[in-house]
């Protein structure tokens, strides 16, 4: 995806010497604690990758930068929760907005 090119991404990951999945993994866990992140992987290295970042943090600088990246997308659009017997038959119905 286009937000793992973001040089401001890119710069947090060469700052920290950590991959930019690393980096945007840790981002989610710190700034949002309470929401699930669910990072895939079928390759041992990146599993124990998305394992590492428990162990370290992104600096107050590198989280306040990331959260200025204007980049705004969900990766799961949520279309497979619809259906037309259900509470949600449209992605409005869904989520808070677009």
Request: glycine share 8%.
């Amino acid at each position: 995806p286009e937000l793992m090119k973001d040089p401001v991404i890119v710069g947090v990951s060469v700052r920290t010497g950590r991959d930019v999945g690393q980096v945007l993994l840790k981002w989610a866990l710190q700034r949002r604690p309470t929401c699930s992140v669910l990072p895939k992987s079928s390759s041992p290295s990146r599993i124990r990758g998305n394992l590492d970042v428990l162990t370290w943090r992104l600096s107050e600088n590198d989280l306040d930068a990331i959260d200025a990246v204007s980049r705004r997308c969900r990766m799961v659009d949520g279309s497979f929760w619809l259906s037309p017997d259900g509470p949600y038959r449209t992605l409005e119905d869904l989520w808070d907005g677009p």
